[in-house]
């Protein structure tokens, strides 16, 4: 039998390129069922929940959604709270009291764990209802997903920040350190390397908090790099870790700043204002500079992968298929079945909540200090088409006549 | 009667998205002439000159000039050299031992005074030579300068940004900052102002050196914008000064570094962290970041202004005319003619070198903390097409039904 109802759909976390695409893909495709009442978009997350802050996104225009589709940051306002098991009562109460019979919560691993919080009301109620994690996160750091939707447009956006920085850094010399996100997992700085074309090409480091950084190390990689090449180009993940598993970032500071979820809150420019400072007095080079890439890398305007942009799309409408047709709860994961092609599968919320996957081996060099061609083989398709591609100059050089 | 001789071009200073295109533009137009035997390019600016390093850009094909062209950054390598008396007289040394008879040098004021003092040098010695200055700089601070190739694709990067920092905050609150490049002038750090679109868009706030920064007038600022709208985004000019025209960066520093040119080197992420600690301990707000834009807003790879690049790739077009059409020396120029249509002149060297270009009063609000329309009016056309727009939900609200 049909299951009728309404629909509530929220986005939570940090805003990605795409996550709107998610929101519209499922809100286009929810409007298509008979079953579905309203479509309603919850404002600020779980918040707008508890607070009965619902937009009608039944009386929206196509148009107006489409043009949100494009539109980067989260359309429903999003939320930093982490509910607890209370919180999540008082959800399942209000999702109730709407009739809500189908809950889609855009978000990461910290959203998916809301969803089956509240799905384990609704179970415990004998409520019938359906609840899906619908994947987001510029960190890639979701298990059992090949990739994340918001990964391929912010790896993108890193990808073409270091083009810039290596012709930069080409055309005036120096070393440039690009600090960039990513509490525990590499994916994103790791994405750096994707713009790579000529032998000498930048990013020449990479380190990522899945390998222990040790100062003393760091300054001999950029030693040996700047007595090659004469300039250096370093991606650094702003949640690098020292061997005890301290955040390098944190050591460096006076009172630590922990958000809402207890995580310590990474400061960026502190390490990349750090790491100049290292640099600059150990290898007495004036020239070195950090930049802490900071919201740009999952809001920038403008820059977006297709393939990112597709897949988010469709794994919003997914949600309303696995949820509608199929009558299933659980997360929507992307697999990787060909080169390039992906389909979606839905799994277990509890398999995916709470849980954080990290780079691999195998994308990793031996030395902890750059990506493999595995690594890039695995994310060039994910940036999409038409990446920007830096060109140099080959024409020969004239005779010098000076000491003729 | 016609110069014959060989040609030289470098270019200057700090990369631009479009300098390359100036580049090309000039080469490919000095190559149609009979009286030019050689195009070289002269590997990092005038260092290049002195050291006899020249690439033989006659022997470059046109496929990969027109690659080159559309790449960020100097390909023919740039320099921070600031060359005094002697230096340019080594410099025309060079040029004249290799039969240049037409120098274009593309770079910022500092780069106009250089090609000034090596044509003053060819006049002395009765030498027949042609200089010209092509003009680039994201600064946007030439002065008899509408506006400067380079300026519309960093306005158009900084815009982009802004349009990202302004859905973050509205989906997640706080206080944003955005630490913009602009030394003396403020026009880059008004573009942000150049995505806002609804009427509680933001940057809310936009700091320029060309007004006096004031700790105390810019915390109410901060207040007023969070009481109206809950968050609040700001730009911020990494030059901006205090009623003593000391930079506000500097005096937050132990030693002060000074670039080759005598400049105080800003140090935009520490400008940013201190305004973020001052924001958070008066107004007891949390949530307050800064992103420093850095090499970013100048060098990444795949944000162009189309207006920006046409016009780029003009002025060094024009420059090959003007020396070898019409026997003329100086600086070119960009005229606005109509809404939008630009003419390019030449005016004569020392009207540009070593003179900078402030925001006229015009630009700015009476309060010192914003941009006018006229503002707008005059940098919109420079960011060229196709800008990303962003769009809200606009559907109603649903009934609350809890106190039913």
């Not at 098991?85 to 008082?90: F, I, L, Q, V």
């Not at 189908?102 to 799905?119: A, C, E, Q």
């Not at 960039?180 to 000529?198: C, D, I």
């Not at 006076?254 to 420019?269: I, P, T």
């Amino acid at each position: 039998m049909e299951l009728k109802g309404n629909v509530v759909i929220a986005q939570g976390g940090g805003p990605t390129a795409v996550i709107n695409q998610s929101l519209v893909g499922a809100v286009l495709e929810s409007r298509k069922f008979e079953q579905v009442g309203r479509v309603y978009g919850a404002v600020k997350g779980v918040e707008g929940i508890i607070n009965e802050n619902f937009i009608d996104l039944t009386q929206e225009t196509t148009h107006n959604l489409e043009l949100v589709a494009k539109t980067p940051s989260a359309a429903l306002l999003s939320t930093r709270v982490k509910p607890d098991h209370a919180y999540c009562a008082e959800v399942f109460k209000m999702l109730k009291l709407h009739n809500v019979r189908y809950f889609f919560y855009i978000g990461g691993n910290d959203s998916s764990d809301t969803v089956r919080l509240v799905n384990d009301y609704a179970h415990s109620e004998n409520y019938e209802f359906r609840a899906i994690h619908i994947p987001k996160t510029v960190d890639n750091d979701l298990v059992l997903n090949d990739h994340t939707p918001g990964y391929g447009s912010a790896a993108r956006f890193v990808a073409q920040s270091f083009i810039g920085a290596n012709l930069e850094t080409r055309a005036l010399g120096g070393i440039y350190i690009g600090v960039v996100m990513g509490r525990h997992a590499g994916f994103l700085t790791a994405s750096a390397a994707l713009g790579k074309k000529f032998s000498d090409d930048g990013p020449h480091l990479i380190y990522i908090p899945e390998r222990a950084f040790d100062l003393e190390n760091f300054t001999q990689d950029v030693r040996d790099v700047y007595k090659k090449y004469g300039r250096c180009v370093i991606a650094v993940s702003e949640g690098i870790v020292n061997a005890a598993g301290q955040p390098i970032a944190s050591t460096l500071r006076k009172g630590v700043a922990r958000d809402a979820h207890g995580n310590v809150e990474l400061a960026g420019g502190q390490l990349g204002d750090m790491l100049v400072s290292h640099l600059k007095s150990t290898m007495n080079i004036s020239r070195v500079r950090a930049d802490t890439f900071g919201y740009l890398q999952r809001s920038f305007a403008g820059c977006v992968s297709d393939v990112d942009m597709h897949e988010a799309r469709e794994v919003g409408e997914k949600a309303a298929h696995f949820a509608i047709w199929h009558n299933v709860d659980g997360s929507i994961t992307i697999n990787r079945t060909g080169d390039y092609a992906v389909d979606y599968k839905l799994v277990d919320l509890k398999e995916i909540a709470a849980k954080t996957r990290l780079m691999p081996d195998e994308y990793i060099n031996p030395a902890g200090n750059n990506v493999t061609h595995a690594f890039l083989d695995y994310a060039r398709p994910l940036v999409g088409s038409n990446m920007p591609k830096a060109q140099m100059l080959r024409a020969p050089y004239a005779k010098q006549l000076k000491n003729d």
